[in-house]
């Protein structure tokens, strides 16, 4: 009887000693993620549709950040698009649901609706996917060119 109650408690404490690991472990590394993802941001200089935009998505090519390239590019477009004046500010909203309202309720963006997706799908493979390669970037580019070429509206400013 003895034996069957120390090896359960052994088993509880090798389950513990892994558990507390795993937090452990999580606590270091999870303010790096979090670094990580918030360093991508947009820059003040670059504007949506710009030469500066595409070179700059060819540099992030270059140096195979292809992830960051994806974000950064997805993050000019959000900022533009929430300039315009019937972006949905409803905090409820998931990220496809705003796109979705706002290719809607924006009467100009009814032309580009699918190439909106199509970015915000290109978005949350970089967002959540561990690596992305260079067609992903590739892709983001090219549904970025579309937009720009099929819809002037988008890339005008909206002063509010």
């Given at each position: 009887?003895e034996i069957?109650?120390?090896?359960?408690?052994?088993?509880?404490m090798?389950?513990?000693?892994?558990?507390?690991?795993?937090?452990?472990?999580?606590?270091?590394?999870?303010?790096?993620?979090?670094?990580?993802?918030n360093n991508?941001?947009?820059?003040?200089n670059i504007?949506f549709g710009?030469?500066?935009?595409f070179?700059?998505?060819e540099n992030?090519?270059?140096s195979?950040?292809?992830?960051?390239g994806?974000i950064?590019?997805?993050n000019?477009?959000k900022?533009?698009l929430s300039n315009?004046?019937?972006?949905?500010?409803?905090?409820?909203?998931?990220?496809?649901?705003?796109?979705?309202?706002?290719?809607t309720n924006?009467?100009e963006?009814?032309?580009?609706?699918?190439?909106?997706?199509?970015?915000?799908?290109?978005?949350?493979?970089?967002?959540?996917?561990?690596?992305?390669d260079?067609?992903?970037?590739?892709?983001?580019?090219?549904?970025?060119?579309?937009?720009?070429?099929?819809?002037?509206?988008i890339?005008?400013?909206v002063e509010?």
């Amino acid at each position: 009887m003895e034996i069957i109650s120390i090896s359960g408690l052994i088993r509880l404490m090798i389950s513990t000693i892994i558990a507390l690991g795993i937090i452990i472990i999580w606590g270091l590394y999870y303010p790096r993620i979090k670094m990580r993802r918030n360093n991508v941001k947009t820059n003040k200089n670059i504007t949506f549709g710009s030469e500066k935009m595409f070179n700059k998505l060819e540099n992030y090519n270059a140096s195979a950040n292809f992830n960051e390239g994806i974000i950064f590019a997805y993050n000019l477009l959000k900022t533009n698009l929430s300039n315009m004046e019937n972006y949905p500010e409803d905090k409820s909203l998931t990220e496809l649901e705003t796109i979705k309202k706002t290719s809607t309720n924006i009467a100009e963006l009814a032309n580009i609706s699918n190439l909106l997706l199509s970015a915000y799908q290109q978005y949350e493979l970089a967002r959540f996917r561990a690596k992305t390669d260079s067609k992903n970037l590739l892709a983001m580019n090219e549904i970025l060119r579309k937009m720009i070429t099929h819809n002037k509206f988008i890339i005008q400013k909206v002063e509010i």
